[in-house]
């Protein structure tokens, strides 16, 4: 038998590096210590998750919070342009925030949305994120429902 075995060795068949997963163990406050976001206070709705990949795991947050605090995490994550509402000619990447109850932000009409690279801007306060994807959809009443996608 090569090193190079099939997938059937038990090592291998163990963690199949083709599934993705949910873990159970695994919420908001895992995502927001892995992305170094702090949830503000008073925010409602506060949901979590990571999901366990063969490549690299997912950090779901969400929340509803003012805009202006809204605003001001979006800025803090140093996104390589501000929020804006361009359009999204390409589907959601699955099915991630639908595991938190909520719609893909990618779907929602007027949703603003920028990425941050904390590696390329030297975020040295997020060196294990390689990328976070920010959405902010203004609810009225001064409120907003911020989603994070951070891998």
Known sequence: MSACSGPDTDEHHATDGRTSRWDE?????????????????????????VQINPQEDIYLLSFVT?????????????????????????????ELFEHLGLAEPQTLKGARSAGACPPCVKDDRRRKVQ??????????????RVYLKAF
Request: proline share 9%; glycine share 10%; net charge negative.
């Open 25 to 49: 163990n695994a919420g908001a406050p895992e995502a927001s210590a892995f992305m170094n976001v702090t949830v503000p206070e008073g925010a409602t709705e506060v949901k979590g998750a």
């Open 131 to 144: 990328w976070i994807d920010i959405y902010v959809q203004a609810l009225g009443d001064d409120r907003a």
């Open 66 to 94: 003012g805009e202006r605090n809204a605003e001001g995490i979006a800025a803090d994550l140093r996104p390589e342009e501000p929020l804006n509402t361009k359009k999204v000619d390409f589907p959601p990447d699955g």
